[in-house]
C-alpha cells in the first residue's frame, strides 16, 4: 500500500482546509484509516481515525471541528478541517493499518495557520 498525502498549504486563524490521502496497492488490506500530526518541536499525535465499519474518533483537541470521512471506493480518506487555529500549525501524516500491512504512512503535509 502507498499512501500520498495532498491538501496542505497557509491558511489565516478560522479559515478551512481539506487534506486528502489517496492510497495505492493493497486496499483490501487496509482496516483503519487516519490522519497523524506533529508541531515543531511536539510529538506526534493522532488526529482522526476511520475504521472499515465506519466508526470514527477523534482528538480531544480538534472534535466538532475536523472531520474525517472516506469515498466509497475506500481508496482515498479526507480530512476537513475547519475553525483551524494557529495551534492546528504542522505536518500532517495520513497512515493506513491493517494485519496484513501493519502501518504504511504518507509523506505528510504542512499546514499553517496563521493569527
Known amino acids: 500500500v502507498q499512501l500520498q498525502a495532498s491538501g496542505g498549504g497557509l491558511v489565516q486563524a478560522g479559515g478551512s482546509l481539506r487534506l486528502s490521502c489517496a492510497a495505492s496497492?493493497?486496499?483490501?488490506?487496509?482496516?483503519?484509516r487516519g490522519w497523524y500530526r506533529q508541531a515543531p518541536g511536539k510529538q506526534r499525535e493522532s488526529v482522526a481515525v476511520i475504521t472499515s465499519g465506519g466508526s470514527t474518533n477523534y482528538a480531544d483537541s480538534v472534535k466538532g471541528r475536523f472531520t474525517i470521512s472516506r469515498d466509497n471506493a475506500e481508496n482515498t480518506w479526507y480530512l476537513q478541517m475547519n475553525s483551524l487555529k494557529p495551534e492546528d500549525t504542522a505536518v500532517y501524516y495520513c497512515?493506513?493499518?491493517?494485519?496484513?500491512?501493519?502501518?504504511?504512512w504518507g509523506q505528510g503535509t504542512l499546514v499553517t495557520v496563521s493569527s
Open positions: 496497492g493493497s486496499i483490501s488490506s487496509i482496516a483503519v
Open positions: 497512515y493506513a493499518a491493517g494485519a496484513a500491512i501493519f502501518m504504511r
